[in-house]
């Protein structure tokens, strides 16, 4: 099998290629196709909408949007691009993830393009020796959730210090309620509770000693954060540990628990695809202390390149143009209630969530990434497989929270180089 | 003009295995001959992207160096254990029901139909099918076992590291089923039934006709199934990522060879770390283990097949 797996990896044809060449000079246009790939498969309406305003603007484009499942979205694409069938724009992770393709200039530097509604810091996570690849499409911002309906029959008010949530929790227990719902057979949702925590409890100066090799995940702070992972263990649903980050989005929504660690994309994806009419409430994690500084752990999820080997480069840049206007930007957030790259978007107050995301995400960002997205992602095994499984590991009692911490840092410390002794 | 043809007519048979043989070296020799050479290189799949030439050291970090060593190590004991369970659940209880179809007189084709329908079904809604009805919130399984009061045997089937990995290969199994049930039955029918009607004569109980008498009929046919079953569990890899994802959760209780190789090939969770050329080895070093046995399962198969 795995010897077939690679056989596709040589070969395989993955999508309809464009029919007809680009024709920008003539009129009327040729009509051209556009295969645009993601790992958001809840963009298609977006991309609907993006074809009518090409459209619009007098370009005879369609756009033959594919939304692949998110953990098999890199492998279809690297297969693709190797058979030299790849789509003519897609989605790259930022970081390490723009930065191979545009090593290996299978993507075109989009300097032409305007990028005044981006943060420098933004088209940093997608730039290579100072050329941009990527327009970034979305920050990720991750939070606590909660329902207020339960909050406020319960008379709980938002924590202020870590104890406070556990009290909170605690409370809840008591009356019979699942404080959090807890997705742990997914071992990406556990590493978006660390985090989370890690973003309040560890801060920019740790991240920063980190990447430079000065602290590692060894390190007692990081040991700290990862025990009160394994102390929220006691506040989740039954057989946890069996539940995937769905079923746990939809036993938040339905009332079945009281709160949920999950990213800004669920508030429209699930919960209110679930419950519309959901009161939703936010908190990031707390710190020790009341007063203490929070912060927010925001990212670049991704940004649309265009292929270099794309036939209809000219509509290809088009519509990578466009994914960096303000207009795309605004229906990107109207759609799916998350933060766009482009800055020059307005937030309804129909959005509060979204409303508040944005709000902490300019106001207390953890600048320095240390997990998803940040160097330890760059090679194998990457920081999110291993802590995601040495998580599992200790939700299941099988490792305590010190060797977690402990195996992570063996396996960043195979390959990282500033990890490298 | 005689001596022309037959000068033709020597090589002529070139033109017509010309087509299979073109696919089969574009399709098969081709990419592995490529994935051999790849795993002398670091190269992280993206075409284009530098290869450098690493020599051998790709097979030491599989082979010795932990972290890739313990990984490797870890999925191939867990390809061992997926063969164990293959073939006690699926060439064990696939001959047992086979014998059984072979003893009842009425029935025996509803009962092959409903063995044979999952083979139908494909891998992938296989697998998500039992996801549900295996989900701890609402799955079927644990929804059924409590109400006939065994809740104790509800379970987090597939969130537990003890469990998961036998979940999986039960579910496999129950897709796959129906093959060895078919090969044993057709196997235990080719049985002569006067030799068999002979012995029963002689006062030869069931037990001892099967043991005795069908057993060793059958016996190519269930080497045949065996080394099947060794290739199938070092093949293993479409039923787990389908049901625990790449990275072979819990805590890499489902990871086999083929999971391995996904994560390292194309990159795990986070995506954006890639090693064609890691993974390259580490298919090799895969096929290296399975061709070998699976030649000497051949070998077998024809050392103990019996005219009948």
Redesign the interface.
């Known amino acids: 099998?795995?010897?077939s797996?690679?056989?596709t990896?040589?070969g395989t044809k993955e999508t309809n290629q464009p029919t007809q060449p680009a024709a920008p000079t003539a009129k009327p246009k040729d009509p051209v196709t556009l295969n645009v790939w993601s790992w958001r498969p809840q963009d298609k309406d977006l991309w609907t909408k993006a074809e009518e305003k090409l459209k619009a603007q007098g370009e005879n484009i369609t756009i033959e949007f594919r939304g692949i499942k998110s953990?098999d979205?890199?492998?279809v694409l690297?297969t693709s691009?190797?058979g030299?069938e790849g789509p003519d724009v897609f989605t790259t992770?930022a970081?390490?993830?723009t930065k191979?393709?545009a090593?290996?200039?299978?993507i075109d530097p989009l300097d032409s393009l305007k990028f005044d509604g981006f943060d420098k810091g933004l088209l940093d996570q997608v730039a290579f020796n100072g050329k941009t690849y990527a327009v970034p499409f979305a920050v990720q911002t991750l939070t606590f959730f909660y329902n207020q309906d339960i909050f406020t029959k319960n008379s709980i008010t938002e924590p202020k210090s870590w104890d406070e949530l556990i009290k909170t929790m605690e409370a809840l227990k008591a009356k019979g309620i699942t404080p959090l719902a807890m997705g742990?057979?997914?071992?990406?949702a556990l590493?978006l509770i660390v985090d989370a925590i890690g973003a309040t409890d560890l801060g920019d100066q740790w991240a920063t000693d980190a990447i430079a090799g000065k602290t590692n995940f060894a390190d007692p702070k990081f040991v700290d954060v990862l025990k009160k992972v394994d102390q929220l263990k006691k506040y989740a649903?039954?057989?946890?540990?069996?539940?995937?980050q769905k079923?746990a989005r939809?036993?938040f929504a339905t009332g079945q628990t009281a709160m949920i660690l999950d990213g800004i994309w669920a508030v429209e994806t699930y919960y209110l695809k679930t419950d519309p009419n959901m009161k939703l409430g936010s908190f990031l994690a707390p710190a020790n202390k009341a007063g203490d500084p929070v912060r927010q752990y925001a990212y670049v999820d991704g940004g649309y390149a265009v292929n270099s080997k794309s036939k209809v480069k000219d509509a290809a840049m088009k519509a990578a143009a466009y994914t960096a206007s303000a207009e795309f930007a605004q229906a990107y957030a109207d759609l799916n209630s998350e933060i766009p790259g482009n800055k020059n978007v307005k937030f309804p107050d129909s959005k509060p969530m979204l409303k508040k995301a944005v709000d902490e995400k300019n106001r207390v960002p953890l600048r320095v990434n240390f997990r998803?997205r940040s160097p330890f992602?760059?090679?194998?095994?990457?920081?999110?497989?291993?802590l995601?499984?040495?998580l599992?590991?200790m939700l299941?009692g099988?490792i305590t929270p010190q060797q977690a911490a402990e195996a992570v840092q063996?396996?960043l410390a195979?390959w990282y180089p500033a990890f490298k002794k | 003009m005689k001596r022309f043809v037959t000068g033709l007519g020597r090589y002529s048979y070139w033109l017509f295995i010309a087509p299979a043989l073109l696919l089969y070296l574009s399709f098969k020799v081709y990419p592995f001959l490529n994935s051999i050479l790849l795993g002398f290189y670091q190269w992280s799949g993206v075409p284009g992207a530098p290869k450098i030439w690493v020599g051998l050291a790709n097979y030491n970090r599989i082979l010795v160096q932990p972290p890739f060593a313990t990984m490797f190590w870890r999925a191939f004991g867990h390809n061992l254990i997926v063969f164990g369970l293959l073939l006690l659940w699926s060439t064990g209880f696939g001959l047992l029901l086979a014998w059984m179809l072979t003893q009842i007189k009425r029935g025996g084709g509803f009962y092959k139909i409903v063995i044979f329908m999952p083979h139908t079904i494909s891998i992938a809604v296989t697998g998500f099918l039992w996801n549900l009805l295996l989900n701890p919130q609402f799955g079927a399984i644990n929804f059924a076992l409590r109400k006939i009061g065994l809740d104790f045997l509800a379970l987090p089937w597939l969130g537990d590291s003890k469990l998961a990995l036998p979940t999986v290969v039960a579910v496999q199994v129950w897709h796959g089923l129906g093959f060895p049930v078919l090969v044993g039955l057709a196997a235990m029918i080719s049985v002569p039934k006067d030799v068999l009607e002979a012995a029963a004569v002689d006062g030869a109980n069931r037990l001892q006709l099967f043991w005795k008498m069908t057993f060793p009929i059958i016996l190519p046919n269930v080497i045949n199934l065996i080394a099947l079953n060794f290739m199938g569990a070092f093949g293993l890899f479409e039923i787990v990522f389908v049901m625990q994802g790449a990275e072979a959760g819990p805590f890499y209780s489902t990871d086999l060879l083929g999971t391995l190789f996904y994560r390292t090939a194309f990159g795990g969770m986070g995506a954006t770390a890639s090693g064609m050329g890691l993974g390259a080895a580490l298919a090799v070093v895969s096929f290296l283990i399975v061709i070998p046995l699976s030649l000497a399962a051949t070998r077998l198969q024809r050392k103990y097949s019996v005219e009948v």
Do not use: H, W
């Open positions: 099998m795995t010897l797996v690679l056989l990896a040589c953990t979205y890199d492998s690297q691009m190797a030299g992770r970081g390490s993830g191979k393709y090593e290996a200039n299978q742990a057979k997914d071992a990406y590493c649903q039954k057989d946890f540990v069996a539940t995937a079923d939809t036993a998803i992602d760059s090679g194998a095994p990457d920081i999110s497989t291993s995601g499984a040495n599992q590991g299941a099988k063996k396996d195979s």
